[in-house]
T-cell receptor
Framework: EAGVTQSPTHLIKTRGQQATLRCSPI?????VYWYQQALGLGLQFLLW???????NRGNFPPRFSGRQFPNYSSELNVNALELEDSALYLC?????????FGQGTRLTVV | DQQVKQNSPSLSVQEGRISILNCDYT??????FLWYKKYPAEGPTFLIS?????DKNEDGRFTVFLNKSAKHLSLHIVPSQPGDSAVYFC???????????????FGKGTLLTVNP
């Protein structure tokens, strides 16, 4: 059984551009969580999607947005990139009490 | 509002000794708790979990203890090994207010360093 897959693994963007990160959950998992881990910090909760709807949102500006598709895969979009958006972005898929993470997308904004 | 708190950002122990990582929570609706381990530049990996109907769960060198009255859980690693050096995240799960969605809430993590 495939685990949570994230793409791309690395992404380099210029300040002001937009970034799109993708996540495919484990088969049968309907919830997807997005987290940001900036250098030296813990996991910062970004977004939670379940059954195609946004269920909760962390304390991030509106330029961080996303969606969940009918097949439960998800996209995270970051508009108007700023240097401090450089971080490891992690996706986790969950069903009931289980949650498993992907390997993350390393976003670098230059 | 930090509902899951890991108050120690770091912990250093000697190889062979016990490592104790602590986690406190405030939401009494949490009914399932998980620990994750994370190496740099990788996604967290699931380690061990415990249901609120139990007070202890053991898996090899890892034991999780739950004290519901104190809203406190701890992860014990015995004996600690250098390969255990990583960031450990505590997480708690509860049914969302709608009654059908399980929301997962993470603490900010504790960096464990096991010295040879």
């Amino acid at each position: 059984e495939a685990g949570v897959t994230q793409s791309p693994t690395h992404l380099i963007k210029t300040r002001g551009q937009q970034a799109t990160l993708r996540c495919s959950p484990i088969s049968g998992h309907t919830s997807v969580y997005w987290y940001q881990q900036a250098l030296g910090l813990g996991l910062q909760f970004l977004l939670w999607y379940d059954e195609g709807e946004e269920r909760n949102r962390g304390n991030f500006p509106p330029r961080f947005s996303g969606r969940q598709f009918p097949n439960y895969s998800s996209e995270l979009n970051v508009n108007a990139l700023e240097l401090e958006d450089s971080a490891l972005y992690l996706c986790a898929s969950s069903r009931i009490h289980s949650a498993f993470f992907g390997q993350g997308t390393r976003l670098t904004v230059v | 509002d930090q509902q899951v708190k890991q108050n120690s950002p770091s912990l250093s122990v000697q190889e062979g000794r016990i490592s104790i990582l602590n986690c406190d929570y405030t939401n009494s609706m949490f009914d399932y708790f998980l620990w994750y381990k994370k190496y740099p530049a990788e996604g967290p990996t699931f380690l061990i979990s415990i249901s609120s109907i139990k007070d202890k769960n053991e898996d090899g060198r890892f034991t999780v203890f739950l004290n519901k009255s104190a809203k406190h859980l701890s992860l014990h690693i015995v004996p600690s090994q250098p390969g255990d050096s990583a960031v450990y995240f505590c997480a708690a799960s509860s049914v969302n207010s709608g009654g059908s969605n399980y929301k997962l809430t993470f603490g900010k993590g504790t960096l464990l360093t096991v010295n040879p």
